[in-house]
């Protein structure tokens, strides 16, 4: 038997996380979000999207507890997670549940999504930043059965302004339809659009990067399925 259930299971406090469970709260859906760290943000407008997650009362925020694995079933997900104050391992049930938890996902690894069409270039001279391997990953597909990648789960690129904004969107885009199909306003159905719509805008936006660093970008049509 699980510990706990709940509607919407999010791995992943950052940007994105919090902006789907702020998305599913606008639209009256519960669900609780998991957060490894126990530390404040840092970042000014991280700090503010958590501030407001911790507010509201849809919205089950643990800090310091930690995804490790998954099983998916025909209308659930089942995760295991670990409580860091504790040490207790604690089972969840959830009707969905969503990867927020970046470029290391472990939600990505658990559901052996690869990224596909990885390009393995050092780019850190060009960029003037902290070291960076390059790597310009998108996830081969954004779902498994009742189990979704949002933003840098399902996109791994070096972090600027234009890719959290594309992170912003996925997460607005996946909270909108579970939202309306856990509330009856749409149909299931609705859910097999995320991907074709979110997955073509990462290749572009990792068109425009490449074009950005003037490295040549191999022929690769946006992949849907």
Not at 119 to 128: K, N, Q, T, W
Not at 148 to 167: D, I, K, M, Q, T
Not at 208 to 214: D, E, F, M, Y
Request: hydrophobic share 40%.
């Amino acid at each position: 038997m699980p510990d706990f259930r709940t509607r919407v299971l999010v791995v992943g406090a950052g940007q994105s996380g919090c902006v789907l469970a702020l998305e599913l709260a606008r639209n009256d859906v519960p669900s609780v979000l998991l957060e490894r760290a126990t530390r404040p943000p840092r970042r000014p407008e991280l700090a503010v999207l958590r501030a407001a997650v911790h507010d509201h009362p849809l919205i089950d925020l643990r800090a310091g507890w930690i995804f490790t694995g998954l099983r998916l079933e025909p209308d659930r997900t089942v995760a295991t997670v670990i409580d860091r104050g504790t040490r207790a391992r604690h089972i969840f049930e959830a009707e969905y549940l969503v990867g927020c938890d970046g470029g290391q996902s472990t939600v990505r690894r658990s559901l052996a999504v690869v990224l596909d069409d990885a390009l393995p270039f050092d780019v850190s001279r060009i960029l003037e930043v902290t070291p960076w391997d390059g790597a310009l990953g998108i996830a081969r597909t954004y779902r498994r059965g009742t189990a979704f990648l949002v933003g840098e789960s399902a996109h791994r690129f070096h972090p600027c302004a234009s890719s959290a904004e594309l992170s912003v969107r996925d997460a607005a885009d996946l909270g909108g339809k579970l939202a309306a199909v856990l509330t009856g306003r749409g149909e299931i159905g609705l859910l097999d659009s995320y991907e074709g719509e979110r997955r073509p805008c990462a290749v572009l936006e990792r068109e425009a990067l490449v074009r950005s660093l003037a490295v040549p970008l191999p022929d690769i049509q946006p992949r849907t399925t």
